[in-house]
């Protein structure tokens, strides 16, 4: 795995790649001015079964599953550029996730109520049993779906003595802040 460089657009790609190459429990260093991590409404079988908290749960998920199954037999065609990590992480693919935020720390420290927001919907979605912590200044970290999902700035960005995954966005080159991700005119 070390070396081989794979350049695409979208960038969602990549999960397909990571499973025919078979790659398991290599950490993520994903560069992107957005998250890309949400969650599936329609997960396989066994996967509902596993993470379902009360039966109205299960009832719901699903449901939900069917319908989807109703219209497109194949789950993974929901994958897209805004949710591809969640199957990477939910498969073993990716153990820890980076996400390499735009900016410096203190663009990141008027970022934190996004970001914070946006940690705590992922551990509510994921049994809401996670804490976020704050180990630096420019450095957050909550664990979602067994693994840790750190977000960080490109100069807090922890040096990682093994192979990563890197994925990145050309958005993180011409957005200069979270706040600033959701403002499409300006990419």
Not at 38 to 57: C, G, K
Not at 140 to 153: E, H, M
Request: proline share 3%; net charge positive.
């Amino acid at each position: 795995m070390t070396g081989r460089v794979f350049l695409f657009d979208p960038h969602d790609s990549s999960l397909r790649i990571w499973r025919r190459k078979k790659i398991k429990g290599v950490d993520l260093v994903h560069v992107d001015a957005h998250m890309d991590f949400a969650f599936h409404q329609a997960d396989p079988l066994e996967v509902i079964l596993e993470r379902a908290r009360s039966v109205s749960e299960l009832k719901k998920k699903l449901e939900y599953s069917q319908a989807f199954s109703y219209f497109e037999k194949n789950l993974s065609r929901q994958v897209d550029i805004g949710n591809y990590i969640y199957p990477a992480m939910r498969d073993g693919i990716v153990r820890d996730l980076y996400w390499v935020v735009p900016g410096s720390s203190r663009e990141m420290k008027g970022s934190n109520k996004i970001i914070t927001a946006a940690l705590r919907q992922l551990i509510r979605a994921d049994r809401g049993k996670g804490v976020i912590f704050r180990p630096a200044r420019d450095i957050l970290y909550a664990d979602i779906l067994g693994r840790r999902f750190y977000v960080c700035t490109l100069d807090s960005l922890p040096v990682l003595g093994q192979d990563v995954l890197l994925d990145i966005d050309t958005d993180f080159m011409v957005i200069k802040s979270v706040r600033a991700a959701n403002n499409t005119y300006a990419i």
